[in-house]
């Protein structure tokens, strides 16, 4: 933090600048894609127009608590592509904190990776869900001494589902199976499918609250995958910040958000087995220019254009 702040209710500098992300009006677009590795951002931004074609530098920040914001323009469009690490909170901070600082209708996807439940979704293959609810650890259980002892009796709490944005999931759904398509005959089956119609969850940890069992920490979570099941039969499968993006979107009361999301399957909870480091390699670039398509064809009435304004 280099400027002072004022307002402990929104901090932001003399400029505007949020706190956390540390961008200001005019930095960020109304087409986002969002995604929680720098390497994953920057990999996808070699799709975005050369500064000659665009006319302007393409801005890239990194701020102080490790958010990357990367804006240019695709096929003509301003776009930002914002690395924002992992986890519900850094969700929060990335919806709170670029929605001060945009106009209009925000366009959000978020490009994440997952461990799939579902033997319709091996490694390699790509999810697109319907919709996300949350999973989280319900500290209560663990306590000492309980607040309410009533509400501590169970140590996971299962969220209700919060829906995605239907048409531009459907897009999004389209432009990655034509994407995929000709990619998994080319790698023999390794990439793809694309998974549709099922839901997200996030958990509020990668471990206890996505069922992974750890023999040095108190859980209780042996039965966790099995009872989500039961809420919520169309689980496909579990990561830790699309379903906060789609119930931050419905809660976005002033100025809309549409929010859709995708994930590549890292971890297949099924048979335990992990990714291998050439198939992302294959798979990041295909999906992350999948997205872009997406974002530049969603209807946004109210765009501002970022990069009309001069970078400092
Ligand atoms: C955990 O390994 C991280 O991977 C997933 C989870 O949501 C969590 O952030 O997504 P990203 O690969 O986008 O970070
Ligand atoms: N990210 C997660 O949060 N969970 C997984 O199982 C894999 C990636």
């Known amino acids: 933090m280099k400027e002072a702040l004022a307002d402990a209710n929104f901090p932001q500098d003399a400029s505007g600048r949020v706190y956390h992300i540390n ?38 920040h990194t701020s102080q608590r490790g958010f990357l ?27 709170r904190e670029t929605r001060a600082v945009v106009s209009g209708t925000m366009a959000v996807i978020r490009f994440g990776s997952c461990g799939s439940w579902t033997d319709r979704a091996k490694l390699g293959s790509v999810i697109v869900p319907r919709g996300g609810f949350c999973i989280r650890r319900n500290l ?17 709490l299962i969220s209700g589902n919060f829906a995605a944005d239907e048409e531009m999931t459907d897009r999004l759904a389209n432009n990655l199976k034509s994407t995929l398509h000709k990619l998994e005959e080319e790698t023999d089956g390794a990439v793809g499918p694309v998974v549709t119609g099922g839901l ?10 996505q069922g992974r069992q750890d023999s040095s920490f108190w859980d209780d979570n042996k ?3 099995e009872e989500v099941r039961k809420v919520h039969p169309d689980v496909d499968c579990s990561e830790m910040e699309t379903s906060m993006l789609f ?14 999301g995708c994930m590549q399957v890292f971890a297949d909870r099924l048979g335990n087995g992990f990714i291998r480091p050439e198939v992302v390699t294959l ?21 501002m254009d970022p990069v009309g304004t001069v970078w400092e």
């Open 247 to 260: 119930h931050l979107a419905k809660c976005s009361i002033k100025q809309k958000i549409k929010a859709a």
């Open 223 to 225: 039965e966790l995958i």
């Open 283 to 303: 798979l990041e670039p295909a999906v992350g220019k999948a997205v872009l398509d997406t974002l530049v064809s969603t209807e946004i009435e109210d765009e």
């Open 23 to 60: 961008v200001k009006y005019g930095e960020v677009a109304n087409r986002i894609l969002t995604v929680g590795d720098h390497v994953r951002a920057r990999s996808i931004a070699k799709w975005f127009d050369s500064e000659e074609e665009a006319g302007h530098p393409t801005f890239i």
């Open 140 to 156: 209560d259980y663990f306590s000492d001494e309980p607040v309410q002892p009533e509400l501590a009796k169970t140590p996971y």
């Open 200 to 209: 997200n969850c996030d958990g509020c940890s990668f471990y206890s609250s």
């Open 69 to 95: 914001t990367i804006t240019g323009r695709y096929k003509g469009v301003p776009v930002t592509i914002l690395a924002i690490g992992m986890g519900n909170p850094m969700m929060d901070f990335f919806i």
